[in-house]
T-cell receptor, first 113, second 110 residues
Framework: EAGVAQSPRYKIIEKRQSVAFWCNPI?????LYWYQQILGQGPKLLIQ????????DSQLPKDRFSAERLKGVDSTLKIQPAKLEDSAVYLC???????????FGNGTRLTVT | GIQVEQSPPDLILQEGANSTLRCNFS?????LQWFHQNPWGQLINLFY???GTKQNGRLSATTVATERYSLLYISSSQTTDSGVYFC????????????FGSGTQLTVLP
């Protein structure tokens, strides 16, 4: 089966600019996750969708981050405006249901200068 | 929320050696996964193991849910085993997010 697809692989922007990341989960996976991984740390959940509804966004900095999952398939994560501390790898994952194993994409490495 | 602690934080081995990585968690869990993050940053599923024992080639894992820990065994290590190994869990409680430990950085020397 095809894995989780993410794009772009790399992005460099200046602070205060905006950026968007795209994720296409494994076909049929109802649950989609966005994680942020800062260098040297484990991934941290930003937002979790069940189909096209938000299940958990308690750790999403909502003043600058937004995410949507239209039609319960693809998802986009946006940062506007970016700060230096947003430099990280943004990982998308999907699973068939909320207690099933997660499968991760290759991530987008964001550098904010 | 649930706490996940991994040990050791760093491990250096000679090729061919065996190792054991440990994951302790502070609450009962519905989901426990072991991941390998390779030097290119890709997170690879190793095991989905909320309880019991599983083996896949040179790797095996055991989770003792009642005692809130899991172990990952790597036998006859190879240089390609290098990277960071993460344990991640979903609590049985109301919080349903997959929470990661801080990882074990493994370096296998030729």
């Amino acid at each position: 089966e095809a894995g989780v697809a993410q794009s772009p692989r790399y992005k460099i922007i200046e602070k205060r600019q905006s950026v968007a990341f795209w994720c296409n989960p494994i076909s049929g996976h109802a649950t989609l996750y966005w994680y942020q991984q800062i260098l040297g740390q484990g991934p941290k959940l930003l937002i979790q969708f069940q189909n096209n509804g938000v299940v958990d966004d308690s750790q999403l900095p909502k003043d600058r981050f937004s995410a949507e999952r239209l039609k319960g398939v693809d998802s986009t994560l946006k940062i506007q405006p970016a700060k230096l501390e947003d430099s990280a790898v943004y990982l998308c994952a999907s699973s068939p249901s909320r207690n099933s194993p997660l499968h991760f994409g290759n991530g987008t490495r964001l550098t904010v200068t | 929320g649930i706490q996940v602690e991994q040990s050791p934080p760093d491990l250096i081995l000679q090729e061919g050696a065996n190792s054991t990585l440990r994951c302790n968690f502070s609450d009962s869990v519905n989901n426990l996964q072991w991941f390998h993050q390779n030097p290119w940053g890709q997170l690879i599923n190793l095991f989905y193991i909320p309880s019991g024992t599983k083996q896949n080639g040179r790797l095996s894992a055991t989770t003792v849910a009642t005692e809130r820990y899991s172990l990952l065994y790597i036998s006859s290590s190879q240089t390609t085993d290098s990277g960071v190994y993460f344990c991640a869990v979903i609590s049985s409680g109301s919080a349903r997010q997959l929470t990661f430990g801080s990882g074990t950085q493994l370096t296998v020397l030729p």
